[in-house]
């Protein structure tokens, strides 16, 4: 049985499609033979966005994969995404699944795989849906779970948004570090191919899915990239591979190092007290705003003045360089205290009426 936890990183690894037997085989065999990959991946049904594109070999690429495992002893993974894949890939002994993102939207879809795998042994990793919905996410693990498929694991790809982004996919990492929390127990792995559509980021994104303690991730590998049937722009050659995984640095989780241990509390202590001054002079702005709230009343004047909370954002926005503080952060920051400093006066304007 392959354990998702017997390594970290586990890295899998292979072509966006199974496309002829020697481009499988081919590609496997490189990636074997570098030592640095644990499971192949390739797909065999390929969900298009549109008809007409290249939409998987099917059944006559299973024993292709069979091959794969014979000759490098590589575990293979494959895409299902209904309960026919499912039925085709355990005759021919095919060790792992993943559920793609367009299948995980579809909760009539995850409940056929699910109840087609009920019981196995099997990893089956479940891709993040299309659409930045967690629970969705969620429902479609719990669904797997009550067919009794124990071996599960997720795959972070990123989401689709609408216009064009530096991503294929937004990684909106906050995402995966909330079914993180809710799944603790599920290895994690990050698909960047999915999620840069190029290969310029892919770096980047491994990166940062190793810096947010990720189990591995799930990259897409092809002996010819640029002739690929699928997904061309974003896959790399086997030696281009072996570059990128040498350039992520996993971290470690944590240290016993008795220096390390000793700035580390030393500074969250500083990041405590800071907290508690950031938290007492907030409350401190609050009471002003309260009372402004009290005069507003007095006087019959509303609470909203849109005038003055654009002096406000302004005045706090210009100081941003200076304070090492992004728009971004001054932005979020202060809409939330804006929200909370109106609830204030607005309850003033009620209770005092
Ligand atoms: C794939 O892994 O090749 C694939 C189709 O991915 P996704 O479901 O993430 O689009
Ligand atoms: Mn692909």
Redesign the pocket.
Known sequence: MIDLNSKKPLIIAGP?SAETVEQTLQTAQELAQSGKVDIFRA?VW??RTKPGGFEGMGIPALPWLVEVKKTTGLPVAI?VANAKHVESALAFGIDMF?I???TTSNPFSVQEIAESLRGTDAPVLI?NPMNADVELWNGAVERFAKCNVKNLGLIH?GFSGYGSSQYRNTPMWHLALEIKKRLPELPIFC?PS?ICGNREYLQEVSQQAADLNFNGIMV?SHITPDAAWS?AKQQVTPADLVTLLDSIVWRNEGSDSVAYQTSLDELRGVIDRLDDEILKLLSRRMEAAEGIGRIKRENNVMILQSSRWNQVVERVLARSEELGLSHDFLNILLEAIHIESINKQNHIMKSEQ
């Open positions: 966006c797909g390929k969900p895409e993943w793609g993102a367009r891709k790809r698909d999915h897409e997904d």
